[in-house]
Nanobody, 123 residues
C-alpha cells in the first residue's frame, strides 16, 4: 500500500522560500508519477506540479511556473517542491499524490494521497 508523508510547511512572509518534502513508501515508484496539489480555504484542490519518477520530467501549473521546482531523490524515495518568491495567494494546504504512468492535473485521477502540509504566506 502506497504511503505518502508530506513535511516542510510553515508560516513565511511574501517573497520567502520553502521546500516541501513527500516521503513515499509501499511499492516501487519507477512507473509512477508524483503530483503536488494545493487547496486553499473555500476553493477546490488544484494541480501545482507533477513529475515522472523514471525520467524526472516536470510539469507545472501556470501560476507557479518560474517560481516552483519539483524534483525527486530516487535513493530517498522522496519528492520535493521548492517554492520561491512565495505570494499570499500560495497560501493553502499542499498535498502529495501518486498515480501510474502519466501526469494528470485532475485530483480524481490520483489514487494515493498524503495528509497534507499547511503553507501560510503573509503579506
Amino acid at each position: 500500500q502506497v504511503q505518502l508523508v508530506e513535511s516542510g510547511g510553515g508560516l513565511v512572509q511574501a517573497g520567502d522560500s520553502l521546500r516541501l518534502s513527500c516521503a513515499a513508501s509501499g511499492r516501487s515508484f519507477s512507473t509512477y508519477v508524483m503530483g503536488w496539489f494545493r487547496q486553499a480555504p473555500g476553493k477546490e484542490r488544484e494541480f501545482v506540479a507533477g513529475i515522472r519518477w523514471s525520467t524526472g520530467y516536470p510539469t507545472y501549473a501556470d501560476p507557479v511556473k518560474g517560481r516552483f521546482t519539483i524534483s525527486r531523490d530516487n535513493a530517498k524515495n522522496t519528492v520535493y517542491l521548492q517554492m520561491n518568491s512565495l505570494k499570499p495567494e500560495d497560501t493553502a494546504v499542499y498535498y502529495c499524490a501518486a498515480r501510474p504512468i502519466v501526469v494528470s492535473t485532475r485530483p480524481a485521477d490520483y489514487g494515493s494521497w498524503g495528509q497534507g502540509t499547511k503553507v501560510t504566506v503573509s503579506s
